[in-house]
């Protein structure tokens, strides 16, 4: 509660402070400034959405900002449109070619989504130039501001507006970004595989956030447009691009404040450069800055060598040249350059995210308490097990070209069983898992789930249809708590629409998929560690936490690969104990896994992989001797005097 009302208590001087300026300051300059920085607030609010919580290199936003302020200036020149329609059609506009630029720029990824994004911004320009007729191109666009309601916008009214706007998006960013939307885009930036397979769309997420994004850089646009009233499209291009990118990376990500303080950067670059002095002293304060913290980073032994002396590099460079070079500005791209080089490598998290750990320190400002956890009789209610056929395969095929890694597979999983599915290695059995929660689409064969054919192809249907899974392989969302993994996969919890979630009208049901989430991280023993993020847990605790994540999605079938791949002894009996708690509510199991120990004490029934085929099905013990499956494990037929443990074969039938 404290943290929430030092954080509302700060938002409320600093825009109180703001909002009283005007009657202060008289100097048009400084307003002008200040204008600007409301501007590029909504701006790069805008571009951390896709930047900061999607984690994609967004070079379109430039163009977002440029296509806004044609917008709204053609809207109000070409239509004679009032100031409100022109901003509400520069934001539609926005909000429009956004989506419909994500949808084919999504499904690309990393350099991929980059190339894509500044081609898009390289084709608006070209555009802008090109459209004479309706841009007047090279030229420029000219236009007055408005009125509204009658009254002409002096430069003080129009600051207000500015700010009134930044205000609200602000508000409406802040609650959003903390809903069950601001996690799942920062989920399908950790993990799109789990993203999806925790029934959580990602493309849907993903056309949704860069939408957004735009929309705000598009509303930006129309206030840029009224704000200079005069506009070129040379204005938006590259520069001016890497700039915003510095400002969000300078600024910090994932923070609105963070935003702010990137705005408040670009806002005073052009009179750092112009003012020599100035440019002196910005760059020694950022010398000494890289130097104390690479040092401090070094001794520490928190920082690599790299990361500690790399910044204090760049930033020297930058304050040799503040004596050398003639015209600072001639510089300008190089400097950006630098210094958008010194924050990415020492300090990642910007300066407000090295900000908020100093104070969260310095006034010991604790976490906002989390509620008692649900009863687990609400979340899992316990299931009749009735034996019956639950998910059936029926000849399914898997072939990757010429291997056939499952050929023919046939088998039943019944209600309230706890399946195990075994094999040497490249046996088949992740190809299995993989092909029935959705990541892949079979070759032929039918899976049937209580009798309906189950999706294939789509991780995000088959999570939908009641199958949910973990992954041999990690894939939780590292940057998370432990508490917001689980949160963002829990089912049937968020069902406030979204203009609730914006207004911060639904605080009941992150309260409610708080405590759910609380007491599935206490049935795997982490509800002490709900605040410490996935990446910083450890080993055994991050497989606990993906099978929680797994169980938030109350599935009628949980497929756990290999849960105890690379764990130490008390972990997998740990795992075991979790395991039978979660059989005991009736969900029915299919488990993947090597330690045979580990199988015999949990299965009913155990398959046997190989080659893709059923080679034994029936009890643990039964499997065990099976002739088959001895020569599967050890690559020859059995012999009488043969110990099964461990000699010279494919890979071990272990205890
Ligand atoms: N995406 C893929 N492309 C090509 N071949 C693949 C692919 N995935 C699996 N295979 C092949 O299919 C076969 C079965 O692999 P799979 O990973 O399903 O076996 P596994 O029993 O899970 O093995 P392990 O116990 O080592 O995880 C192997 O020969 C493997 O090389």
Redesign the pocket.
């Known amino acids: 509660m404290k943290r929430i009302l030092l954080l509302r208590g700060a938002e409320l001087i600093v825009f109180a402070l703001l909002a009283t300026i005007p009657l202060l300051v008289v100097n048009p300059y400084a307003l002008g400034l200040l204008t600007l920085l409301a501007i590029y607030g909504i701006l790069l609010i805008g571009l951390d959405v896709t930047v900061g919580y999607l984690g994609q290199v967004n070079l379109a936003h430039v163009a977002f900002l440029g296509l806004g302020a044609y917008t709204a200036g053609l809207a109000v020149t070409k239509l004679g449109l009032g100031m409100a329609p022109a901003l509400l059609a520069a934001m539609a506009v926005g909000l429009l070619l956004g989506g419909l630029l994500a949808l084919p720029a999504l499904r690309l990824e990393g350099p991929q989504f980059a190339l894509a994004t500044l081609s898009f911004a390289a084709l608006s320009t070209t555009a802008l130039n090109e459209l004479e007729g309706l841009t007047g191109g090279a030229q420029g666009l000219s236009l007055t501001r408005p009125p509204i309601f009658g009254h002409s916008l002096t430069p003080p009214l129009f600051y207000w507006l500015c700010m009134a706007l930044l205000a609200v998006v602000w508000m409406l960013m802040r609650n959003l970004l903390a809903s069950q939307w601001g996690r799942a885009f920062e989920a399908l930036r950790d993990s799109p595989i789990a993203t999806d397979a925790m029934g959580v769309g990602t493309y849907r997420h993903k056309v949704a956030a860069f939408a957004l994004g735009s929309g705000l850089g598009g509303l930006a646009g129309g206030l840029y447009a009224f704000n200079f009233q005069y506009l070129q499209p040379q204005s938006f291009v590259y520069d001016l691009m890497i700039i915003l990118l510095l400002g969000v990376v300078l600024g910090g990500r994932k923070s609105l404040w963070g935003a702010f303080v990137g705005a408040s950067v670009i806002v005073l670059l052009p009179n750092l450069l112009s003012n020599r002095l100035l440019f002196q002293v910005f760059s020694g304060l950022g010398f000494a800055m890289a130097l104390a913290a690479g040092l401090r980073g070094l001794v520490k032994k928190t920082t690599r060598p790299f990361q500690a002396l790399a910044p204090v590099a760049a930033m020297g460079l930058l304050v040799v040249g503040g004596f050398f070079v003639e015209n600072t500005e001639d510089w300008r791209k190089a400097i950006f350059a630098l210094m958008l080089f010194s924050v990415v490598v020492g300090l990642p998290e910007g300066l407000m995210g090295f900000l908020a750990i100093f104070l969260a320190k310095l006034f010991r400002v604790p976490h906002a308490p989390l509620p008692e956890p649900s009863d687990i009789e609400a979340i899992l209610p316990p299931r009749a097990s009735d034996g019956a056929p639950l998910l059936v395969l029926e000849d399914l095929r898997?072939h990757?070209?010429g291997?056939?890694?499952?050929d023919g597979l046939s088998m039943t999983i019944k209600s309230g069983s706890i399946h195990g599915l075994i094999?040497?290695?490249?046996?088949?059995?992740?190809?299995?898992?993989?092909v029935i929660s959705g990541l892949?689409t079979p070759t032929a064969g039918r899976i049937l789930l209580r009798g309906m054919v189950l999706p294939s192809g789509s991780l995000f249907q088959v999570s939908k249809s009641g199958v949910a899974r973990t992954f041999?392989n990690l894939q939780l969302f590292a940057e998370l708590t432990a508490l917001e993994n689980v949160m963002v996969a829990l089912r049937g919890v968020y069902r406030s629409p979204l203009p609730l979630v914006l207004l911060g009208l639904a605080r009941r049901e992150e309260r409610q998929a708080q405590a759910d989430a609380l007491c599935l991280l206490d049935r795997v023993g982490l509800k002490d560690q709900a605040l410490t993020r996935a990446k910083d847990l450890t080993y055994g605790a991050q497989r606990f936490l993906e099978v929680a994540r797994a169980l938030a999605r109350k599935p009628d079938l949980l497929i756990l690969?290999?849960p105890a791949a690379g764990l130490a002894h008390p972990d997998v009996v740990q795992l075991i104990e979790i395991i039978k708690r979660i059989h005991r509510r009736g969900i029915s199991i299919l488990l993947?896994e090597?330690h045979m120990d580990v199988v015999s004490e949990l299965c009913d029934t155990v398959t046997v992989?190989d080659g893709?085929r059923v080679i034994a099905e029936g009890t643990p013990d039964e499997v065990k001797r099976h002739p088959k499956v001895v020569e599967a494990y050890l690559g020859q037929p059995p012999q009488p005097e043969t110990d099964t443990d461990t000699a010279g074969g494919a890979?071990p039938l272990p205890a």
């Not at 094999?423 to 993989?434: A, D, E, I, R």
């Open positions: 898997r990757f070209g291997v056939k890694a499952v094999g040497p290695n490249g046996s088949g059995k992740s190809t299995v898992v993989n892949y041999q690969d290999e993947i090597h992989l893709g890979e």
